[in-house]
């Protein structure tokens, strides 16, 4: 079945450094991507998408791109901030309009 | 605020009780998604709603139902409430698959 599987955190960075947090996908044909942030006490909002291969979904300085040959959806960011500490979380959704979430990676932007 | 709403936000209860958490999608939303989020599990899909019909079941226990009203409000019921249902209940609704999720801001249910 389809499933989502995403770094393991926390992660801890310094201000202005570079993130990274892989995300791979286990799906059948041409399912769409996601990143969605959960800050603390809050629900989930929708970060950036990309519904097909090679499409580049981008928001707030956060990256991901679409790769179909790696089955990644990996999110980067160049210059992380205090700000961007939360939960981060990949998800797909394919046939039947289920969201499959990974475990979510927990990040610390520390000054 | 993301158009999805959910009441309470709060809700504190003993176990053996039952409970009914309620929400609103985002307007024009056909379809709404119950999930539930504890430290151990991760977030865990519930159930699927679209126009009021039931389109998908998760990890529901058969203590949990739902429906989804004329309006297009869901309600999640649960009942014989035990310590371990103590989590964050999220609702979320969405336009189709292509647009993602808007999540509410959740229900924190806990059990005592």
Known sequence: GDSVTQMEGPVTLSEEAFLTINCTYTATGYPSLFWYVQYPGEGLQLLLKATKADDKGSNKGFEATYRKETTSFHLEKGSVQVSDSAVYFCALIHTGNQFYFGTGTSLTVIP | ?112
Do not use: M
Not at chain 2, 23 to 51: A, E, K, M, T
Not at chain 2, 82 to 102: M, Q, V
Not at chain 2, 104 to 110: A, D, K, N, Q
């Open chain 2, 1 to 112: 605020d993301s158009g999805v709403t959910q009441t309470p936000k709060h809700l504190i209860t003993a176990t053996g009780q039952r409970v009914t958490l309620r929400c609103s999608p985002r307007s024009g939303d056909l379809s709404v998604y119950w999930y539930q989020q504890s430290l151990d599990q991760g977030l865990q899909f519930l159930i699927h709603y679209y126009n009021g019909e039931e389109r998908a079941k998760g990890n529901i226990l058969e203590r949990f139902s739902a429906q989804q009203f004329p309006d297009l409000h869901s309600e999640l019921n649960l009942s014989s409430l035990e310590l371990g249902d103590s989590a964050l209940y999220f609702c979320a609704s969405s336009a189709g698959p292509d647009y993602g999720y808007t999540f509410g801001s959740g229900t924190r249910l806990t059990v005592v």
